[in-house]
């Protein structure tokens, strides 16, 4: 059950992954295809459910892309739902603080050193992995979303939990908590950013983002960003059917078609 991922961001090599939002094990198969070091299956901002997950998960069983699993919340329960499935690496959504991060270190392990319920799941292949247990604390790889004013401004703190792996900035909402909504391109959004990034890498944890916009995500790379998200499979789709269109003069600002053309 070793944790390819997690050892490759303690040796600081670069992880390229692709966002999938799509809700769906026949897209993720395609996109885990395309080589991508990791892919993130997106419980917070789609119609992505528990057993949807195992779908995609038993998808990209066997490809070279590593599952990361995003849940809605950071909820225990919750977090622990995703854990027995097999997801060995977890992103959670709005850290806030350092009390924060140490209470999701906990969820993510079993007692005496976390709250993490012992069952027979997918995880430890219903019992038949007799290591698990002894195992699963040191595989589990925490990944923590600062997004907010609020978590950036305690990203020193955060990045200082022990048990926290990595912490992700997520551009989107940073550029609405500082209020530059639909800007995170914006100068005073980029300079959060990079300070940020700068943080997590002096407190010697991984930093991560995700930008579409490729030069951004180089530059976020050699700035020092060790798993790095370049795309969505959403966005990848729309974009895709919109230059399509656009192509036969269709789209959201064509006209609609005479009566009889169809």
């Avoid at 923590?144 to 990203?155: F, I």
Wanted: aromatic content about 8%.
């Amino acid at each position: 059950m070793s944790n390819a991922f997690k050892q490759a961001l303690a040796e600081k090599r670069v992880q390229i992954g692709f966002w999938q939002g799509l809700a769906s094990p026949y897209t993720a198969e395609i996109c885990a295809g395309a080589g991508f070091d990791w892919l993130l299956f997106d419980g917070e901002h789609s119609p992505t459910d528990v057993p949807t997950l195992l779908s995609q998960l038993q998808a990209v069983n066997g490809t070279r892309s590593h599952a990361v699993a995003r849940p809605p919340v950071g909820e225990p329960w919750l977090i622990k739902q995703y854990l027995d499935l097999g997801f060995r690496t977890l992103l959670i959504p709005m850290v806030n603080n350092a009390a924060q991060a140490a209470r999701l270190v906990q969820a993510c392990r079993y007692p005496a050193s976390g709250i993490r319920g012992v069952a027979m799941s997918r995880a430890s292949q219903w019992g038949r992995d007799r290591d698990y247990l002894a195992r699963a604390d040191d595989e589990i790889c925490l990944l923590v979303q600062v997004e907010t004013v609020e978590g950036v401004d305690a990203v020193d703190e955060i990045s200082a939990v022990e048990g926290v792996d990595g912490v992700f900035v997520g551009p989107a909402d940073l550029s609405a908590s500082l209020g530059y909504r639909g800007q995170p391109a914006h100068p005073d959004v980029v300079a959060r950013i990079e300070k940020a990034i700068a943080s997590i890498l002096a407190a010697g944890k991984a930093p991560g983002i995700l930008s579409a916009d490729v030069a951004a995500a180089h530059r976020y790379r050699d700035l020092g960003c060790l798993f790095v998200a370049v795309g969505t499979d959403m966005g990848l789709l729309a974009r895709g059917t919109d230059a399509l269109a656009a192509a036969f003069g269709l789209g959201p600002d064509a006209p609609p078609p005479a009566a009889g053309t169809y």
